[in-house]
C-alpha cells in the first residue's frame, strides 16, 4: 500500500506542476474584461527606449503605414504625410508584441487583433481596448522618445 500511495502523491504532484507551469505560460484568464495586464512579455512596464534616443529617419516611415520597433516596444505610424504618431507595440488583448502595419491597421498574429494607425483603436477584435499612445518628437529628419 505505501508503494501505490507514493506513486500516487508523484503523479498527482507531477500533473500539478505541469498545469501549473502550462497556465503561467498561457498568460492565465485572458477574458480580456479590461483589467490591466502589470507586466509585458518581457518583464518591463515602460518603454525601454530612452528619452531622447533617435528611433528612426522620417524617411523610414512610410506614410499610410508605420515601423515596428521591437527592442523599444514601440509602434511608430505616418497616417498622413508629415504626421506621426507613436503607439505600445503590446497588444492590449494578451500583451503580444505586434507583428506588422499594413492598410491602414497595426495588427497582431497572435489572435488577430488589429489597430487604427491614427489613432491605435481597436478595428478588430479580440481586444476591446486601444493601444496606449507613446511619445516621440520630431526634429528635422529625426523621430525620437519624448
Same mark, same amino acid.
Given at each position: 500500500?505505501?508503494?501505490?500511495?507514493?506513486r500516487?502523491?508523484?503523479?498527482?504532484?507531477? &500533473?500539478?506542476?505541469? %498545469?501549473?507551469?502550462?497556465?503561467?505560460?498561457? /498568460? @492565465? +484568464?485572458?477574458?480580456?474584461?479590461?483589467? #490591466?495586464?502589470?507586466?509585458?512579455?518581457?518583464?518591463?512596464?515602460?518603454?525601454?527606449?530612452?528619452? &531622447?534616443?533617435?528611433l %528612426?529617419?522620417?524617411?523610414?516611415?512610410?506614410? /499610410? @503605414? +508605420?515601423?515596428?520597433f521591437?527592442?523599444? #516596444?514601440?509602434?511608430?505610424?505616418?497616417?498622413?504625410?508629415?504626421?506621426f504618431?507613436?503607439?505600445?507595440?503590446?497588444?492590449?488583448?494578451?500583451?503580444?508584441?505586434?507583428?506588422?502595419?499594413?492598410?491602414?491597421?497595426?495588427?497582431?498574429?497572435?489572435?488577430g487583433?488589429?489597430?487604427?494607425?491614427?489613432?491605435?483603436?481597436?478595428?478588430?477584435?479580440?481586444?476591446?481596448?486601444?493601444?496606449p499612445?507613446?511619445?516621440?518628437?520630431?526634429?528635422?529628419?529625426?523621430?525620437?522618445?519624448?
Amino acid at each position: 500500500m505505501t508503494h501505490e500511495t507514493t506513486r500516487r502523491t508523484v503523479l498527482l504532484a507531477t &500533473g500539478a506542476t505541469g %498545469a501549473a507551469a502550462l497556465v503561467a505560460a498561457c /498568460g @492565465g +484568464g485572458g477574458d480580456d474584461n479590461g483589467a #490591466e495586464s502589470t507586466s509585458s512579455p518581457t518583464g518591463q512596464d515602460a518603454t525601454s527606449a530612452p528619452a &531622447g534616443r533617435v528611433l %528612426a529617419d522620417i524617411d523610414e516611415i512610410p506614410v /499610410g @503605414g +508605420g515601423k515596428i520597433f521591437k527592442d523599444e #516596444e514601440v509602434v511608430v505610424t505616418q497616417p498622413e504625410q508629415g504626421r506621426f504618431k507613436a503607439f505600445s507595440a503590446i497588444c492590449t488583448h494578451q500583451r503580444c508584441l505586434v507583428s506588422t502595419v499594413s492598410d491602414g491597421t497595426i495588427n497582431c498574429a497572435c489572435h488577430g487583433s488589429k489597430f487604427q494607425i491614427a489613432d491605435g483603436a481597436v478595428s478588430q477584435g479580440p481586444a476591446t481596448r486601444p493601444l496606449p499612445a507613446e511619445q516621440i518628437t520630431v526634429e528635422g529628419n529625426a523621430i525620437r522618445m519624448a
